[in-house]
Structures are given as C-alpha cells and as structure tokens.
C-alpha cells in the first residue's frame, strides 16, 4: 500500500528539526534582591543545563547593574519590591530583547512600573496569586507559563531551548499539537475532493510527531523514517471514519471531517506527550500513535452517532463559523480520553513526568 506521504519531505523535515535543536541559545537572568530567597532559587534553577548549546548569565540587582546591551536570546527578571523593575524590562525591549517577568507580586510590579513611566506588557509578565506559596503544584504551573512564554516569544529557537532547559518541552508540545490541530481541522473544512485531505493531514501529524520526540530529546533519524511512515498508514483508519461520518451527515460533511481532524491529530500529539514522559524512545512510537489512531477512531464515532450530538450539530448548521467552534470544542475531550486509553492500554512502565523548574 503506497503511503500518503512523501517520504524524502519527512526525511527533510527531519533533519531541519535535528538542525533547530542542536542551536545555540543564551538566557539573561536577572535576580531582584528584594525578592525571597526561596523565588529567587526557583527562578534560577530552572535554567541550570547541562546542554552544551546553552549559556546562562545571572546578575543579582541592585547589588550588580543589568546591561541591556548584552546580546541574549531571552531575558527573564525574578521580581520582588524593587521599584526599578520596569525600567529594567523597557532597558531590554528597547535592544530588542524579549524580556519576561516573574514576580512574587504582579500587582505591587505593575503599580511600580506603570509610576515610573514603564508599563510591562500583560502577556510579559506572570505571578505567584496573592498569599501563595511555591508548592511542588504552583512550581509546575508556573514553570509551564515560564516554557509557553519562551516558545512564543522565540519562536525560531524553541526546539533548541526544550532541548536546553526541559521545563520549556511540554508547553513545546502543546503549542504544536494546537497549531497542528487546527491546521488540520482547516484542511477538513475546505478540501471537497475525495482522498485529497489525506496527504496534507498526514504530512502535517508526522511532523509533529517529529517535533515532540525531538522536544524530549528523541531526534528522528533515517533508519526510522519507516517507522513513522508505519504511523501514518495507521491514520487510515482515523480519516476512514471521518468520511463515513461525513457520509451519514453529509450536509455538515465538512464539519465532520474538520473535527476528525483535529481529535486524531489532538489524540496522536497528546499520547506522544504521554509516552515520551514516561519514559518512551522512539523505537515504540510507531505501536503508539497506531493505537491511538484506533481508540481515538471509536470514541469520536460513537460519540457522533448520538442522538443528542446530531440534534446539536444539526441546529447550528446554518452558522457555519459557529458549527466549527462548537465541533472543535466538544472534540477536545474525547482526544484526550482516546490518548490515555491508548497510552494505558500499552503499559510502558512507570510515568516519569517531565522535569519542572
């Protein structure tokens, strides 16, 4: 059976993620003394690496001057009390830098940085809440919010700082299993001819499949290039359903086929998650995602076939904007319940989760 895939484009793709992880990346860290000293360990520990494409400086304010002039990738502030914050900040936007702050306080920051004439932009900075403490919980949450800012305001680099620093390797893998999903629920939604989904969906999964492993330290190499090739076939089945469902339903055909889309892709990209957390190798990948294809095929048909779920399609029907919302919402969990039913169904051992900050 011919694959519905180009192969040398995967093995392309390959190497260019293998070429994204091996660059060299810098993070500015700056300390604000005023700061607790347990915050101030928390936010410096997350960028200890062992990677040799990765440099660290750290600087300690007011004790030590920040020079915005030093060439980083990132800089990140550890924020207390200290009034100077957010001319700190501004000192790194203005060379261009992007500049993320984390503070005990959001609130005393933002009123400090707003009275000296230097605002910080909402989206650059995040905080412990009022009265928290650093639990082993909020450390998690936290350096997640860290690992999404980075991928978001680097994104060229941000396979090379996953590799770098492991915090930033789960919001990686969110970030592509969102765009990758709903890249596919496009595809579903305007492609009209028979079959001609198939290789754009397909393209599209393997290459972010590619993306996780290599978050997770699992660059593909050309001996398995058939293997995900094999990972492919198996989304036969997924695409399969989606066109009997379509046929079922074949006003909202394109619909249908826009959610399969994005629950096989959200269900391949979740149990990958999974997998390589616990402790998975490329090697099994392949058994993996052909599960995952399988379950996440039967959830999401027996979930379309209900009644209460035809009626619902059916009345927003003429709303198609709103249909695809509506479809895309309600897919979301059964992706995510297709992927643990793989991912258990397999027991790879002991779950290891990811390394925080």
């Given amino acids: 059976m011919k694959l519905p895939i180009d192969i040398p484009a995967l093995l392309t793709a390959a190497i260019d993620i293998d070429k994204a992880c091996s660059v060299s990346v810098s993070a500015n860290i700056l300390i604000d003394e005023s700061a607790t000293p347990e915050f101030q360990v928390f936010v410096r520990s997350g960028f200890n690496s062992e990677s040799a494409n990765s440099r660290v400086m750290v600087s300690y304010f007011p004790t030590q001057t920040p020079d915005a002039h030093v060439a ?56 412990l809440g009022e009265g928290e403490v650093l639990s082993d919980e909020l450390r998690g949450t936290l350096a997640d919010e860290i690992g999404t ?78 293997e995900i090739a094999g990972v492919i076939a198996g989304g036969f089945v997924f695409r399969g359903v989606s066109r009997q469902l379509a046929g079922v339903i074949p006003a909202l055909g394109w619909a249908v086929k826009g959610t399969m889309g994005y629950v096989g892709t959200q269900a391949i990209g979740h149990a990958a998650i999974e997998y390589f957390e616990g402790g998975g190798d490329i090697a099994g990948l392949a058994a993996l995602v052909g599960k995952t294809t ?64």
């Fill in 294 to 357: 399988s379950v996440a095929a039967e959830a999401a048909e027996t979930v379309a076939a209900k009644p209460a779920v035809k009626t619902v399609v059916a009345a927003v029907a003429p709303k198609a904007k709103k249909a695809a919302v509506v479809a895309l919402d309600a897919a979301a969990p059964v992706a995510k319940s297709a992927a643990k039913v793989a991912w258990k169904s397999l027991k790879p051992g002991h779950r290891n989760k990811g390394k925080r900050l």
């Fill in 149 to 226: 800012w980075i991928v978001r305001a680097d994104s060229e680099k941000r396979l090379a700082f996953s590799i770098a620093y492991p915090f930033v390797r789960r919001p990686l893998a969110y970030e592509s299993i969102r765009t990758t999903s709903l890249q596919n629920a496009g595809v579903g939604v305007v492609v009209f001819v028979p079959g001609a989904d198939m290789p754009i969906m397909t393209a599209n999964q393997a290459k972010m499949v590619l993306q996780i492993a290599a978050a997770y330290g699992h660059p593909l190499s050309a001996d398995r290039v058939k």
């Fill in 72 to 127: 980083s990738d990132i800089a990140v502030i550890a924020a207390g009390s200290n009034p100077d914050v957010g001319k700190i900040a501004a000192g790194f936007r203005e060379q261009g830098t992007p500049v993320l702050v984390v503070a005990e306080n959001a609130e005393a920051v933002h009123e400090a940085a707003v009275a000296a004439g230097y605002a910080i932009p909402d989206e650059d900075l995040i905080s």
